[in-house]
Nanobody
Framework: QVQVVESGGGAVQAGGSLRLSCAAS????????MGWFRQAPGKEREFVVA???????WYVDSVKGRFTISRDNAKNTVYLQMNSLKPEDTAVYYC????????????????WGQGTQVTVSS
């Protein structure tokens, strides 16, 4: 069983930055695809970004150029650096792990964190 724990959420003004962290258990963390999803009130959970074990990344268009995902396999941690935040980025952000290293759709991920709230005010 893989445990996933997010941290780093908070409240910022538009244009500000936050860095989310996601720690995952498991001796084979380096082989997982890791992803971030978000869910705003009244909306479905949406894909934000993913990173595979080899470092390939995918971003939803709305965050390209503003968000950056990275991973530190020595620390079993993935990071999401969020810059130039906008009010529409407000959501609960979820980290997830995919043991099969696909990571492109919601259904690929077997393990999920509890989420961390990000609130961006205008």
């Amino acid at each position: 069983q893989v445990q996933v724990v997010e941290s780093g959420g908070g409240a910022v003004q538009a244009g500000g930055s936050l860095r989310l962290s996601c720690a995952a258990s498991g001796r084979t963390f380096s082989s997982y695809a890791m992803g971030w999803f978000r869910q705003a009130p009244g909306k479905e959970r949406e894909f934000v970004v993913a990173i595979r074990s080899g470092g390939d990344t995918w971003y939803v268009d709305s965050v390209k150029g503003r968000f950056t995902i990275s991973r530190d396999n020595a620390k079993n941690t993935v990071y999401l650096q969020m810059n130039s935040l906008k009010p529409e980025d407000t959501a609960v952000y979820y980290c997830a792990a995919d043991r099969n290293n696909y990571g492109l759709t919601y259904r690929d991920y077997e393990y999920w964190g509890q989420g961390t709230q990000v609130t961006v005010s205008s």
